[in-house]
């Protein structure tokens, strides 16, 4: 069973700050890995799609990558500020209609 | 740009009330999608639907039904609700074979409170 796990559970950073969000997942047979921002008490926004066959993609300051054989994904985010304060999901698509969701890593970025 | 649009944000409902969740996406995906999310347990999949009138059962079906009578319209049913049917409940979307991306698109959420 597809098992995803994000660590650390919370950071908490000063603002200008870059940093980098991990998560793992334990079978390297996946479709796709997403990315996902929730603000409190919201849906979810999505942020970035990487294809199985893909290493990396990028959005604004956003850049994420995948390594699927050791199944591990970061999310870099350059020049943190404020407003990305919120909680990042990743989940990875493991059938055509099967996703499987990590808990998240709540990020707070202080002025 | 996708938009997943669920019918109420807020709603109280009492024990053994039925429930209506609604969700509206607008394009034009196959696939939909009903998670509840809760503290310590992330998001679990209740249903799917990957065509009108199909559903197909996710990991936590009991207590709920759904219903998908047209294509971008899909609706979680509570037929009793319970105490701990308590929760956000997130409706999301994803194109399926005709775009091969699957890329999920979340609503706002609804945030149920059974009481």
């Known amino acids: 069973k597809q098992e995803v796990t994000q660590i650390p559970a919370a950071l908490s950073v000063p603002e200008g700050e870059n940093l980098v969000l991990n998560c793992s997942f334990t079978?390297?047979?996946?479709?796709?890995l997403q990315w996902f921002r929730q603000d409190p008490g919201k849906g979810l926004t999505s942020l970035l799609l990487?294809?199985?066959?893909?290493r990396e993609q990028t959005s604004g300051r956003l850049n994420a990558s995948l390594d699927k054989s050791s199944g591990r994904s970061t999310l870099y985010i350059a020049a943190s500020q404020p407003g990305d304060s919120a909680t990042y999901l990743c989940a990875v698509r493991v059938g055509v209609w099967d996703m499987r969701f990590g808990a998240g890593t709540r990020l707070t970025v202080k002025p | 740009d996708v938009k997943v649009t669920q019918s109420s944000r807020y709603l109280v409902k009492r024990t053994g009330e039925k429930v209506f969740l609604e969700c509206v996406q607008d394009?034009?995906?196959?696939?939909m999608f009903w998670y509840r999310q809760d503290p310590g347990l992330g998001l679990r999949l209740i249903y799917f639907?990957?065509?009108?009138?199909?559903?197909e059962k996710g990991d936590i079906p009991e207590g709920y039904s759904v219903s998908r009578e047209k294509k971008e319209r899909f609706s979680l049913i509570l037929e009793s609700a319970s105490t701990n049917q308590t929760s956000m409940y997130l409706c999301?979307?994803?194109?399926?074979?005709?775009?091969?991306?699957?890329?999920?698109?979340f609503g706002p959420g609804t945030r149920l409170t059974v009481t």
């Open positions: 639907s990957y065509d009108v009138k199909m559903k």
């Open positions: 079978d390297s047979a996946i479709y796709n």
């Open positions: 394009m034009d995906h196959e696939n």
């Open positions: 999301a979307s994803s194109g399926g074979t005709s775009s091969m991306s699957y890329e999920q698109y």
């Open positions: 990487i294809q199985s066959s893909q």
